[in-house]
């Protein structure tokens, strides 16, 4: 009778009249053609009730989980089917490919809203995980309060339960309600917070006839950035305690600069999500202590005691296992900051106005003058002692020419400094002529080409390992996070650099404040190791014009900017990424970094009045020291040779 009675039902309503749950073609159709567009790649995990022992043995529902399995397996998508279980769902949320999976729950299995719970209790609506529930309205129960009409209702008390689950925003739940048999409405549930109520978002539906139809395609971030004035906690950090009373004033900027720069970006981020912010000072940005726990703005954020980071933070290796990093830096660069030394100090510019090759030629010129001054002052010679007529020749010049006369009066023409032979015959004037107008172009071109070397900077220091052979001393900053990265270089010239010249042992360590680094390096052959544009704004304030010139930057920590920190598996970390974009592109980002960093000085002044010192004369004292050292020993031997002829006089007479 009562079989009966189902029997007519049936055929009389549109939905299949099923108590055992199904799985029929329109949900295989459904699941197959939603997925791509709302849940795009994915691995499937079925969790579903279906019973084989009801009043209708339904066949075709064993049927359909095999089909289901089948059109999956031909879309090459990995999936399992779990029935009437609740899996052990531990270990997964660390499964790397997470973001690939899809978890499907019937919601009308007996066990779903226990399961919701463990969900919730394992953390399973986070992102990247993905869930989709399956709720079939034709599970209808009769009710039979009026025997004249007996009504159909359905059950919808397990909703209830998303009063108390933490759906946070960065959650994908989405709930298929279907009302016929080839209708599904599709909405998606989250809550802004704890602190608030549960949404329930229509997202669109999906028939038969025409598939899906979405209301929007806009991501989830973009969706649900209202935060309903949801109290965010941050945390920013200052150093200089001063600083918190002027975080938007522009004031002391050299005094926590990144910090007051970021101070306005959180403000703009909170006010995106239309949150209020609840803010922690700390004073610095957390190290590991020796029990392996972090301190800080990192230790905030691995305890979750913080919503976002109000500072960004450098990529330590420690630290990636502890926070989440958005794309949202500040461009802030340390790096040694010098003078570089004037090419006379590195080089010996008397060399250097003349290519090789012009040195060369030179020479060849020389030993061809030589040669041919030696040999028409030869012939001068002889012509005239032949003719022994010029009466004046005889008085000038006494003797047979040597080749030390021809190499005095070649020294004496080619730097400019007179001598005392005067050619007589036409060809040694030719040649005495060649040689003066020669030499005196080439001293022209000589002598304007040192005074423009005198006056230049080198740009001989280029990377580190110049940094290190040169005669520069080095000095950083005192910051502590910059002691504690320069202890960490393994490589062998950032060792050397940070051993020998940062800490040398058993001497002071050139730990020292940013003035007076800057100041010795107005004064001294300095480079200071700090912020570059903390540096230079001390330099712009206090540097005469023309010594900003020549200023260079050689980068050491070689690390990344800092980044805005999050907590991980944060609920607001798209949104927030989101907002990192908007600020980058409104130019809200640039806007702060332009207040408060300031760019390199540019050098107008360049050709300043340059005294010379000992470093540029070195090559002329070294010169003539030698000269000096030269006649010495030849006096002495001069001297030995004259006593020793002396002797052998004596001891012959
Ligand atoms: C609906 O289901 C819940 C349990 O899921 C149960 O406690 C409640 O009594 C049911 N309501 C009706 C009207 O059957
Ligand atoms: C921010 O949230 C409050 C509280 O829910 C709401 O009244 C207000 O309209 C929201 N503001 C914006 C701009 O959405
Ligand atoms: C870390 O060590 C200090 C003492 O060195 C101790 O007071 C503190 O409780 C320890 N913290 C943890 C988390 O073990």
Same mark, same amino acid.
């Given at each position: 009778?009562?079989?009966?009675?189902?029997?007519?039902?049936?055929?009389?309503?549109?939905?299949?009249?099923?108590?055992?749950?199904?799985? +029929?073609?329109?949900?295989?159709?459904?699941?197959?053609?939603?997925?791509?567009?709302?849940?795009?790649?994915?691995?499937?995990?079925?969790?579903?009730?279906?019973?084989?022992?009801?009043?209708?043995?339904?066949?075709?529902?064993?049927?359909?989980?095999?089909?289901?399995?089948?059109?999956?397996?031909?879309?090459?998508?990995?999936?399992?089917?779990?029935?009437?279980?609740?899996?052990?769902?531990?270990?997964?949320?660390?499964?790397?490919?997470?973001?690939?999976?899809?978890?499907?729950?019937?919601?009308?299995?007996? /066990?779903?809203?226990?399961?919701?719970?463990?969900?919730?209790?394992?953390?399973?609506?986070?992102?990247?995980?993905?869930? =989709?529930?399956?709720?079939?309205?034709?599970?209808?129960?009769? &009710?039979?309060?009026?025997?004249?009409?007996?009504?159909?209702? /359905?059950?919808?008390?397990?909703?209830?339960?998303?009063?108390?689950?933490?759906?946070?925003?960065?959650?994908?739940?989405?709930?298929?309600?279907?009302?016929? &048999?080839?209708?599904?409405?599709?909405?998606?549930?989250?809550?802004?917070?704890?602190?608030?109520?549960?949404?329930?978002?229509?997202?669109?539906?999906?028939?038969?006839?025409?598939?899906?139809?979405?209301?929007?395609?806009?991501?989830?971030?973009?969706?649900?950035?209202?935060?309903?004035?949801?109290?965010?906690?941050?945390?920013?950090?200052?150093?200089?305690?001063?600083?918190?009373?002027?975080?938007?004033?522009?004031?002391?900027?050299?005094?926590?600069?990144?910090?007051?720069?970021? /101070?306005?970006?959180?403000?703009?981020?909170?006010?995106?999500?239309?949150?209020? =912010?609840?803010?922690?000072?700390?004073?610095?940005?957390?190290?590991? +202590?020796?029990?392996?726990?972090?301190?800080?703005?990192?230790?905030?954020?691995?305890?979750?005691?913080?919503?976002?980071?109000?500072?960004?933070?450098?990529?330590?290796?420690?630290?990636?296992?502890?926070?989440?990093?958005?794309?949202?830096?500040?461009?802030?660069r340390l790096s040694f900051v010098f003078?570089q030394?004037?090419?006379?100090?590195?080089?010996?510019?008397?060399?250097?106005?003349?290519?090789?090759?012009?040195?060369?030629?030179?020479?060849?010129?020389?030993?061809?003058?030589?040669?041919?001054?030696?040999?028409?002052?030869?012939?001068?010679?002889?012509?005239?002692?032949?003719?022994?007529?010029?009466?004046?020749?005889?008085?000038?010049?006494?003797?047979?020419?040597?080749?030390?006369? &021809?190499?005095?009066?070649?020294?004496?023409?080619?730097?400019?400094?007179?001598?005392?032979?005067?050619?007589?015959?036409?060809?040694?004037?030719?040649?005495?002529?060649?040689? =003066?107008?020669?030499?005196?172009? =080439?001293?022209?071109?000589?002598?304007?080409?040192?005074?423009?070397?005198?006056?230049?900077?080198?740009d001989s220091i280029k990377t580190l390992s110049d940094l290190l052979?040169s005669?520069l001393?080095l000095?950083? &900053?005192?910051?502590?996070?910059?002691?504690?990265?320069?202890?960490?270089?393994?490589?062998?010239i950032r060792?050397?650099i940070?051993?020998?010249?940062?800490?040398?042992?058993?001497?002071?360590?050139?730990?020292?404040?940013?003035?007076?680094?800057?100041?010795?390096?107005?004064?001294?052959?300095?480079a200071i190791h700090?912020?570059e544009?903390?540096?230079?704004?001390?330099?712009?304030?206090?540097?005469?014009?023309?010594?900003?010139?020549?200023l260079t930057e050689i980068d050491y920590i070689n690390?990344?900017?800092?980044?805005?920190?999050?907590?991980?598996?944060?609920?607001?970390?798209?949104?927030?990424?989101?907002?990192?974009?908007?600020?980058?592109?409104?130019?809200?980002?640039?806007?702060?970094?332009?207040?408060?960093?300031?760019?390199?000085?540019?050098?107008?002044?360049?050709?300043?009045?340059?005294?010379?010192?000992?470093?540029?004369? $070195?090559?002329?004292?070294?010169?003539?020291?030698?000269?000096?050292?030269?006649?010495?020993?030849?006096?002495?031997?001069?001297?030995?040779? $004259?006593?020793?002829?002396?002797?052998?006089?004596?001891?012959?007479?």
């Amino acid at each position: 009778m009562f079989l009966i009675v189902l029997c007519i039902l049936t055929l009389s309503f549109d939905c299949m009249f099923a108590f055992s749950n199904r799985i +029929d073609d329109v949900i295989v159709k459904f699941i197959i053609e939603t997925m791509p567009i709302l849940f795009p790649p994915s691995r499937i995990s079925l969790h579903l009730c279906i019973s084989y022992d009801k009043i209708f043995k339904c066949f075709t529902c064993a049927h359909n989980t095999i089909k289901l399995s089948r059109r999956l397996s031909n879309l090459y998508l990995m999936h399992g089917i779990h029935n009437n279980v609740i899996p052990d769902f531990d270990r997964r949320i660390y499964d790397d490919l997470e973001h690939q999976n899809l978890y499907v729950l019937d919601l009308d299995c007996n /066990y779903a809203s226990e399961m919701l719970r463990q969900l919730d209790l394992n953390r399973m609506f986070v992102a990247p995980m993905r869930w =989709l529930l399956l709720q079939d309205r034709c599970n209808m129960i009769m &009710d039979y309060a009026d025997d004249a009409n007996i009504t159909f209702t /359905y059950n919808d008390s397990i909703l209830d339960i998303f009063e108390d689950l933490a759906v946070y925003p960065d959650s994908d739940v989405i709930l298929a309600k279907r009302f016929d &048999d080839d209708f599904f409405q599709l909405t998606s549930v989250y809550r802004p917070s704890l602190q608030r109520d549960i949404i329930w978002e229509e997202r669109g539906n999906w028939t038969v006839e025409n598939s899906l139809r979405l209301r929007t395609f806009d991501v989830a971030s973009a969706r649900r950035r209202n935060l309903q004035q949801t109290t965010l906690k941050s945390a920013i950090v200052i150093i200089n305690p001063e600083s918190a009373n002027h975080l938007t004033d522009y004031k002391n900027v050299n005094k926590d600069p990144v910090t007051k720069i970021n /101070y306005p970006w959180l403000l703009h981020l909170i006010n995106r999500m239309n949150a209020t =912010l609840n803010l922690t000072i700390v004073s610095d940005w957390g190290y590991k +202590d020796k029990n392996g726990s972090f301190d800080g703005l990192t230790g905030l954020l691995s305890r979750r005691e913080i919503d976002l980071g109000g500072t960004t933070m450098h990529i330590f290796e420690d630290r990636i296992d502890e926070v989440k990093y958005v794309p949202l830096r500040t461009d802030i660069r340390l790096s040694f900051v010098f003078r570089q030394p004037l090419l006379s100090t590195v080089k010996n510019i008397f060399t250097l106005p003349f290519e090789r090759n012009v040195w060369i030629a030179i020479a060849l010129f020389l030993v061809l003058v030589f040669c041919s001054l030696y040999t028409s002052m030869k012939w001068e010679y002889y012509r005239n002692t032949m003719k022994k007529s010029s009466a004046i020749w005889k008085h000038t010049n006494i003797g047979q020419p040597t080749f030390g006369d &021809d190499l005095l009066v070649l020294l004496g023409a080619f730097a400019q400094q007179g001598y005392s032979y005067e050619p007589f015959r036409v060809s040694a004037r030719i040649i005495t002529f060649m040689l =003066l107008v020669a030499s005196l172009s =080439l001293y022209a071109a000589y002598t304007a080409n040192i005074v423009a070397l005198l006056q230049s900077p080198t740009d001989s220091i280029k990377t580190l390992s110049d940094l290190l052979n040169s005669p520069l001393t080095l000095g950083a &900053d005192d910051i502590y996070w910059c002691r504690y990265v320069f202890k960490t270089f393994q490589d062998p010239i950032r060792k050397a650099i940070y051993e020998e010249r940062i800490e040398p042992k058993g001497r002071k360590s050139n730990w020292m404040s940013l003035e007076e680094g800057v100041k010795r390096v107005r004064n001294e052959t300095f480079a200071i190791h700090g912020t570059e544009s903390k540096i230079y704004r001390i330099m712009q304030e206090t540097y005469e014009e023309h010594e900003k010139c020549g200023l260079t930057e050689i980068d050491y920590i070689n690390m990344d900017s800092p980044y805005l920190p999050l907590p991980k598996q944060s609920p607001y970390l798209e949104i927030i990424k989101y907002g990192a974009m908007i600020l980058q592109e409104y130019g809200l980002k640039q806007r702060e970094e332009y207040r408060i960093f300031i760019k390199k000085p540019t050098c107008l002044n360049q050709g300043s009045f340059i005294s010379i010192g000992f470093t540029e004369c $070195h090559f002329v004292i070294v010169a003539m020291s030698y000269g000096v050292l030269l006649s010495l020993i030849v006096f002495v031997l001069e001297l030995l040779w $004259h006593k020793i002829i002396q002797l052998k006089k004596r001891f012959q007479l």
